[in-house]
């Protein structure tokens, strides 16, 4: 059987790749890499000056992408103070809209599901 999702991680100047057979499985891992990238979120504020000045909450310090049969194109964006959010597409990402008390994995999980 073929491999059918692709999970890609790109942080620190770094990319790592890893294929999963179903969504499920691809979601669990986009789940973990997630946790693992916002226990690891610390940037500090950025700029100042002549150049705008860039709080945590704006700077994107990992990125988990998911890519599948039907055109399927997500992820999610881990900021620097720890949060994330959820989006959909490639090049025209629109982000997924988080419910109460909803992580930004569930919320791709419900979008994708």
Known sequence: MARRFTV??????KV????YDDLRAALGAVDGLVAELADG???RPV???L???LEPVQQVVGRVEL???GRVRAGVDVRGDGSSEAFTGRLRRQLVEQERR???????RRVLA
């Open 8 to 13: 890609l991680v790109r942080a620190a100047g």
């Open 102 to 108: 909803e992580s930004a994995v569930d919320a791709l």
């Open 16 to 19: 790592r790749k890893e294929r």
């Open 67 to 69: 890519t599948g049969p």
């Open 47 to 49: 700029g100042g000056g």
């Open 41 to 43: 979120a610390s940037a």
């Open 51 to 53: 150049v705008r000045r």
